[in-house]
């Protein structure tokens, strides 16, 4: 085959700088980033955000290809990362079944990482063992952005979360922030816990006595400086909070059933909360939601959490691009 | 990141009217096309068929994406969504596995709807449940084409049986069309005779006693003054015959196997059947099947149901450009 | 909808020349190749190979639509075929789920492979059952490339192994090959022999007793003119070897596990074994491995396992782009 030079010209990178602060970086843990980082990747993000209104689709990322690799199942996250690498122009390799692969044929999960890297130029990994992102990043060249690892980390969802305060509410400082539900294993609010010590704002939390926040989380914002106060219903702090995050509290968490049924109803939001809610207040979930929030409440504008998913695609374009330079 | 406002350009949509009678529209069923819907949409799929034969792909859809969302597995039908938005250079987030997934944490079919609306321009989704298409597009802002909802209809499935034989014999009009196996729970029959109501052609139907054609269909197509006829064997109506749908007479559908063991060779397309049939006649069938018809007819150039598949990707690839705003 | 005509041009494929040997021909087995063959593929695979290293991806096969159909599951293989149609520019319809879908209901593979060649322009097939690939390539009019069939047939693992010699080593005649393992079982080791015996090398094979190299395959090379000799510890031929082509030894294949215990020793390859081989000597593994490299070995610029993995994208990608005419 004679080379066709040619090609060789049709596929210089758009503004190739292949700069930026997380050109070639891991994005595995929100400890990771600095408030500087975050405003920085925010407005990577709000850029992504107004490119996709108005274009829906771009080339930046043309000609880069992304490994998913899913060792858990997870629609929600693999979907928002393979929208966001083909709105960047670029391609995917969907790996959802590792349990029937050559990883259950009993390969490690760094030599499947590094034969990925053959193929692909950036690599989402999730699963299920704590710690797993930090291996994979040792073992691997290119980067590794850390899409869940067990109870341990989910990045880019705290996030995005953080950006959808931010562009819901204009800014971060300066708000009360009430995090609802099971506090104890819920991973979205121990990283977004994280990333707000990072802000001026104070911080409720709400839930039953077994499911309360950590002390050593609660230890790390009062360190920070960050007001906090702990609660078992929602009642005395929804007239204050500015964004209320509520997350599930699964039954399976409670030994003793009546004390489960006494405390259930306190933590499902309905149209008579959002009634004594600030009028800006802004509602949040990660998602998916099984009953903690009414469906009524769904066409109320403060109820934010499918505009979250929305902002997920942004922040992960965001992430996308700035790992691979082009941001 | 500066807005690269020179890509603002680039993507400029080509042709962009975004009009059209579907343009934002879902596809839920058959009984929402008139006469002259249908002419549309084959007047389309026709110049999607000129324009692969010509080109192969061509980038009507470039930067759009379309969600693939299958609750039940269908290779055949997935395929062919896929590769038709492929075609039209557009990308797609398949999701196949909602078994594994998200959805079997007990999230409701709305919310994951709402939430892969966030990420893709149209949601393709075929689900167990009757009514589920059209339970997913109330909640949906962006369109929704309904790939099969359990026994109740599969809407795309229908068009491109009625534009296959428009293709393979110029019209619909005077036609006979015999209709052969299970008639009772046959899902595309049923839609097919829906649609062939619309047109003058007389319609016979060859099943077993047990699996007839049900009575409110084809009181449905006695109002619009179709002549029908019933039948136990393809015999009598085979020479008259212009269209010979097959369907596949389940074993299972039977109490008395001495009665399946009896009828089931009067349901099995031979090369002895082709030599009865007229010269130009066409010989269809939704696929996969399991013995109905006789490999040995497939290389008859009356057999159409290869052809048939392939029609499936032009209508397809028509739906999509229309309800995107594209044709 | 008016036909775009101004279409038809944007994608008049690059140099379409649409000859070369292999264009509209079927990858189904090593024994196909010619020397002559070799060359010609290995050199495309080298161009390949520069453009990747210098744009990454390019639109050789934009429009071209790959079914990558997978009866049984293989991350690796599928991935580096998915990888290979994006970096040429053209899509991708995964269908890994075999299990679930039409064809467990009974659809023949010649059914399945006659739709999806028409949504497709070639069909990757991984099949457990040998000759699966000879059967779809006669039913298709598309090219079939057998991406491994059952103990049959790998042929595309075969060339990527015979080009990671010749990439890492310059040349293949005169060298000393040095299989060791399990020889009975391993198809790789198998195609591997059939394509040394178009070269003029030395061949040194290192089994237990019980999963000694087949004997109709030494005569086979026996009869082309090449040196082979057979052991049953490596210590004798390491010092000689070039390329050492490690495969694993399943404890499965020993009834007298006394056996298995007292050789799997001797088939690991740890820092100690690099010691004592050549300076310029080549380690490879089909991958995965099950501990048969010890991972103290993956920094040894010796060790080629994963630049293998990278090889194998650029012949995959050279017989996409030959088998449609565009190489």
């Known amino acids: 085959m004679t080379l066709p030079t040619h090609l ?14 997380f050109y070639g970086k891991d994005i595995l843990s929100v400890s990771q980033f600095s408030r500087d980082d975050l405003e920085y990747i925010f407005g990577v993000a709000e850029a992504m955000r107004t490119m996709v209104a108005h274009i829906g689709t771009f080339d ?11 060792y858990e199942p997870s629609t929600r996250t693999s979907s928002s990362f393979l929208a966001a690498m083909e709105r960047l122009g670029g391609s995917v390799i969907p790996i959802n079944e590792v349990r029937y692969s050559s990883v259950t044929k009993g390969e490690s999960l760094t030599d499947t990482v ?3 890297e053959c193929y692909a130029d950036v690599i989402v990994l999730r699963h299920p ?3 797993s992102a930090a291996i994979a990043a040792n073992a ?4 590794i952005i850390n899409a869940g690892d067990g109870i341990g980390e989910h990045p880019t969802q705290a996030l995005l979360d953080l950006f959808t305060i931010r562009e819901e509410l204009g800014s971060i400082d300066g708000l009360t922030v009430t995090m609802l539900g ?44 960050l007001p906090q106060t702990e609660h078992t219903t929602l009642d005395a702090v929804l007239p204050e909070t500015d964004v209320l995050y509520v997350t599930r509290v699964q039954k399976e968490r409670f030994e ?34 099984v009953g903690e929030i009414s469906p009524e ?14 902002y997920g695609l942004y922040v992960r374009m965001a992430l996308l691009a700035m790992v691979l330079g082009k941001a």
């Open 114 to 116: 590094r034969t990925l």
């Open 60 to 70: 930046l990322l043309k000609g880069k290809i992304l490994a998913n690799l899913f």
């Open 182 to 225: 099971d506090l104890k294993y819920g991973r979205t609010v121990h990283s977004l816990a994280k990333l707000l010590a990072l802000y001026r704002v104070k911080v409720n939390y709400v839930s039953p006595e077994i499911l309360r926040m950590p002390p050593e989380l609660v230890a790390q914002l009062r360190k920070r400086g």
């Open 256 to 289: 003793n059933m009546e004390e489960y049924e006494s405390v259930k109803g306190s933590y499902i939001i309905t149209a008579e909360t959002m009634k004594r809610a600030k009028p800006n207040f802004v509602l949040m979930h990660p998602l998916p939601r």
């Open 297 to 310: 409440v769904d066409d109320d504008p403060r109820a934010a959490y499918f505009r979250q998913m929305e």
């Open 140 to 143: 691997a060249r290119k980067p």
């Open 129 to 131: 063992e704590t710690g």
């Open 8 to 21: 060789l010209n049709t596929h210089l990178p758009l503004g190739d700088q292949r700069t930026g602060r």
